[in-house]
């Protein structure tokens, strides 16, 4: 059984999550949502072009954390520090 304490930090990180993927699921639907017009227009190309850049922007960071550049890595950090936040970790150094 899940005492009190325990529910609130699930429910708070939970909700993280969903925000995280909400903020994700909205990238890739403007995303398709380009593509979509390309193979409305007939332009296949475009089309293509657009799933092999995305591709292989995923690609270069399909890798572990510690191999993320710093760019990349501050992007996740965003979330982790909401994560902090909750569990009552406020300041982060680097």
Sequence with gaps: ?????ENMFLERLS????????HWSKTIWDRLETIKRAIEA?????????????????DK????YKQLDEKTKEFDRVWAKKVLRVIGINKVEK
Aim: proline share 3%; aromatic share 12%.
């Design 42 to 58: 007939d332009d296949k190309r475009t089309a293509l072009f657009l799933l092999e850049e995305q591709r292989n922007k995923w």
């Design 1 to 5: 059984m899940v005492n009190s304490k």
């Design 61 to 64: 960071n399909w890798i572990p």
């Design 15 to 22: 909700e993280i999550e969903h925000n995280q993927w909400i």
